[in-house]
């Protein structure tokens, strides 16, 4: 119970705050228990409003990041979306929960392990039935699932992968931070307006772990 109470304060906060605008986004994010996303060590930081270490030097995004992606993305149900950078898993299942049982979350992790705990998180939490995790470079997108309705990446890249670029649907939007270096960087939306035009935005300065593979940053 002190969990849930935990959790609807910090979303009454990050609503106040202005990161929460929607009552979809809002939903979600009452409804998803972080708490089962984390370590057993960080469980009880889990309604602090900041990012958690996970292992393998990732983290698992502060919630007022988690906010303010789902709402620049305008998910809406039944989409069909690409995840970079899988972590624990609860991202993807806040994304999920806004898409509905007929919408989809496609998601690439690159360290195996990490890709197995999500799994089990997600089974756990009643999301594996509309999260599917890959294992490999998320920087080459996953064309087999192609075009997407919304692409967000959760780390950082040096510009935008191209295959991200070509796997998202004319109409469609990607959210992806953007760094000359891995400690200054830039939230960046894409929105793919035709087959060969695209309007970017910068949405302000954020903190993220490197993207590394092919179209991204060296091991």
């Not at 009552?23 to 984390?38: C, L, Q, T």
């Not at 806040?94 to 007929?102: H, M, S, T």
């Not at 699932?145 to 890249?157: K, L």
Request: charged fraction near 25%.
């Amino acid at each position: 119970m002190m969990m849930k109470k935990n959790r609807e304060d910090l979303v009454s906060n990050l609503l106040e705050m202005g990161y929460i605008e929607t009552d979809i986004v809002k939903d979600a994010m009452n409804k998803v228990p972080r708490e089962e996303f984390m370590t057993p060590e960080t469980r009880n930081y889990a309604y602090l409003d900041r990012p958690i270490p996970l292992e393998h030097g990732q983290t698992i995004s502060a919630p007022h990041m988690v906010a303010i992606i789902c709402e620049k993305l305008s998910l809406e149900k039944g989409m069909q979306v690409l995840e970079i950078g899988t972590g624990f898993g609860y991202n993807a299942a806040v994304v999920a929960e806004i898409l509905g049982p007929e919408g989809h979350v496609y998601t690439i992790e690159r360290i195996e392990k990490l890709k197995n705990i999500a799994e089990e998180n997600l089974k756990r939490t009643g999301y594996s039935d509309n999260v599917t995790i890959i294992y490999g470079d998320g920087t080459r997108g996953y064309v087999e699932e192609s075009p997407y309705d919304r692409i967000y990446a959760t780390a950082s890249a040096p510009k935008i992968p191209e295959p991200l670029k070509e796997q998202l649907k004319i109409g469609g939007r990607l959210l992806t931070p953007i760094g000359h270096d891995t400690s200054v960087q830039e939230l960046l939306c894409l929105n793919r307006v035709s087959e060969t035009e695209y309007k970017s935005y910068n949405l302000g300065g954020v903190v993220f772990v490197p993207m590394i593979g092919e179209h991204g940053w060296p091991e």
